[in-house]
């Protein structure tokens, strides 16, 4: 899926434009166990409370590409026969009006999933969409669908207690510290099924959602998809540094890191330009021309190449946002931490002086400590 697919199925999360006619789920407490059902219907909430219910499911297809949306991807011989797959296909087939079948799928869920002394909300909603044709002109685009999408979303969402506030009592004419008993959060993870690939249903894909990069929720996802758990975006930044570091034998110029922060920098932000673009990769075949264009020998670099072959097996393409933090450059010395913005990396600079390491950052005729504009070098009056 790519962010233009993205935004067409998070825009159709509205109560006047979607088809979702119920909202399913169970509250389920710290001890694993079911307090209440949820089986309520769409058409009946009051537009705030449906607005509510929708949005909590629209925040599972938030966030970036193979980062928070992860990509899981069934084998043929799950598709044709396995539990997992014919548990999904059955709540989506059954467009979720089976007891039976969501409580299934509860169970699963809830005997996966550990979210430490937090109770929790399992949300699901169906919904079958008329994918509009895609033409040149208005009358295109008016035009009959000619596919149905019809799909799963579910999200896992923390119930926290609410915080204490002032709220104001009209019959006492006064205001008293109020807080509401139960909130229930954003989700923490979730997932839609099967994946939207070209407009249309992709059976052999779903999309994953985590809220944190770092925590892919393993148990949960072999429990639902029972699949090759992915690198979660923290472990593959981890790996990627690690085969730089034994490449190179421990000693990475300054310079080299540089230029691969620049250039997969210059990666993530022209592709920000393209919604249709799939998600981005960059193979290690890519990143070990850029340390033989930084004077690295032709051995380091396929050595890189082999540290990555091991560590996210042949042919792999990773995702540049994983690898580095686009937003930011810093460099740490000891006690000293210097950030610079990521479009100005190159001013940083290593200089050996009379024989001690330093960090050199040009000073222009503005500079500031805290705010506060300081003089570098010399007196006033000379500065004059």
Known sequence: MNQKELGELRRRLRPEKCSVKCIYGCYVNSKKEIISYLDE??????????????????????????????????????????????????????????????????RKVIDSLDMGDLNYVILLAYDAYDVPSRGRGPEDREAASDTVFRYILCGICPVKDG???????????????????QIVSAPELGFLFPAFDDRAANIYNALFYTRSAGDLHQDFLDAVFHTEPPMSAEEQREAFESALTEALEGTCPLEVVQAIHEQLREKIEARKE??????????????????????????????????????????????????????RFEVRAGEAKVTVDPSFSYLVETRVIDGVKYLLIPAGSDVEVNGLPVQVGGTPEEAE
């Open 274 to 327: 393209d919604k249709d673009a799939e998600p981005l990769a960059v193979t290690p075949a890519e990143v070990a021309e850029i340390l033989e264009r930084q004077g690295v020998s032709q051995y380091q670099a396929a050595s890189f190449q082999k540290e990555c072959a091991e560590r996210f097996g042949e042919n792999a393409a990773l995702n540049p946002e994983n690898l580095i933090d686009s937003k």
């Open 163 to 181: 915080k204490m506030e002032l709220g104001y009592f009209a019959g006492e004419n006064e205001f008293h510290s109020c807080a509401p008993e």
């Open 41 to 106: 219907s769409l058409g009946r909430m009051n537009e705030q409370e449906a607005e509510k219910y929708l949005g909590l499911l629209k925040k599972t297809m938030s966030g970036t590409l193979g980062k928070n949306l992860i990509d899981v991807v069934f084998s043929t011989e799950q598709v044709m026969d396995s539990d997992e797959y014919r548990l999904l296909s059955a709540l989506r087939e059954s467009e979720l009006k089976s007891g039976e079948i969501r409580e299934e799928f509860y």
